[in-house]
């Protein structure tokens, strides 16, 4: 089992930019796509990034295209995700998950395994 655990919320204002880092620990030696999601009070959990596993392939969401960014450091075994620009509407818990059995390239929520908690990212006007 793989275990994601999130850190680098916060308080920011709009204009600003925050960087979100994801550490999955459990089944080392093992590829897997990582992805990030978020979730704003009363909306469903939207797909936000994902990327493969040797980084090759990054696929976002048409709100965030341009201005978040995606990448992994598999050396140590941290995904990141850098948020520039970031507007009111960014205000969401943010959750990182695995993709260990989904399809390649999968944005569902049903094409991930492993979640994190989350970590909240507040952008205030």
């Known amino acids: 089992q793989v275990q994601p655990v999130e850190s680098g919320g916060g308080l920011v204002q709009a204009g600003g930019s925050l960087r979100l880092s994801c550490a999955p620990s459990?089944?080392?030696?093992?590829?897997?796509?990582m992805g990030w999601f978020r979730q704003a009070p009363g909306k469903e959990r939207e797909f936000v990034a994902r990327?493969?596993?040797?980084?090759?392939?990054?696929y976002y969401a048409d709100s965030v295209k341009g201005r978040f960014t995606i990448s992994r450091d598999n050396g140590k075994n941290t995904v990141y995700l850098q948020m520039n620009s970031l507007k009111p509407e960014d205000t969401a818990v943010y959750y990182c998950?695995?993709?260990?059995?989904?399809?390649?390239?999968?944005?569902?929520?049903?094409?991930?395994?492993?979640w994190g908690q989350g970590t909240q990212v507040t952008v205030s006007s």
């Open positions: 998950a695995a993709a260990l059995y989904g399809p390649p390239g999968g944005t569902r929520v049903a094409d991930f395994d492993s």
């Open positions: 459990g089944r080392t030696g093992s590829s897997y796509a």
């Open positions: 990327i493969s596993w040797s980084g090759g392939s990054t």
